[in-house]
């Protein structure tokens, strides 16, 4: 069965500080894709990144950066830098191969104080 | 591009009362979900349309039940409201619906008194 956990509920910060949120997955399937999503205070997810099984290769977009490892199932979402406009609940979720449906975690709150 | 679009955005309703929303998505994409987050529950998969065929469904009760349309609109209903069906309700679409990224409506805020 899926399952993403987050275990961090809550994370304060102060801007400028760097910040990583972790996610954990499970999946038995072989092929299958990791995301996050923010959820800023007026609700909508926002899509920041789609990554498949059979690419571990570190990304980097300006102050974001994910470090996928599948020896350790885990998916983890680093915000270099933070600034305010950073807090919101930021959800790791998991689709298995040709499958459309997510499967979320609980998501993590993250509040950058100026 | 607009984005996906979501109505109404607020309902309020009464237990037993049944509710339609709709979602229209980005144009062009054929994949539409629905999912449905609580502050208990979290985010949770309702179904997904393609191509105006359902081809997954979430461990929701009957009562939830929705439909696309040839234009790959979407519409969700739910009938005999619960309180327990008081939550954000997400609609999602993508461009051809294997994994690809889903990008998210505004959501419609249901409310159960």
Not at chain 1, 87 to 113: I, M
């Amino acid at each position: 069965a899926q399952k993403v956990t987050q275990a961090q509920t809550e994370i304060s910060v102060v801007e400028k500080e760097d910040v990583t949120l972790d996610c954990v997955y499970e999946t038995r399937d072989t092929t299958y894709y990791l995301f996050w999503y923010k959820q800023p205070p007026s609700g909508e997810l926002v899509f920041l990144i789609r990554r498949n099984s059979f690419d571990e290769q570190n990304e980097i977009s300006g102050r974001y950066s994910w470090n996928f490892q599948k020896s350790t199932s885990s998916f983890n979402f680093t915000i270099t830098a933070s600034q305010v406009v950073d807090s919101a609940v930021y959800f790791c979720a998991l689709s298995e191969g040709g499958s459309e449906k997510l499967v979320f975690g609980k998501g993590t709150k993250l509040t950058v104080n100026p | 591009k607009a984005g996906v679009t979501q109505t109404p955005r607020y309902l309020i309703k009464t237990r037993g009362q049944q509710v339609t929303l709709s979602c229209s998505p980005i144009s062009g994409h054929r994949s539409v979900s629905w999912y449905q987050q609580t502050p208990g529950q979290g985010l949770q998969f309702l179904f997904e349309y393609f191509s105006e065929t359902q081809r997954n469904k979430g461990n929701f009760p009957g009562r939830f039940s929705g439909r696309q349309f040839s234009n790959s609109r979407s519409e969700m209903n739910v009938s005999t409201l619960e309180l327990g069906d008081s939550a954000l309700y997400l609609c999602a679409s993508s461009l051809a619906g294997y994994s690809y990224e889903q990008y998210f409506g505004p959501g419609t805020r249901l409310t159960v008194t």
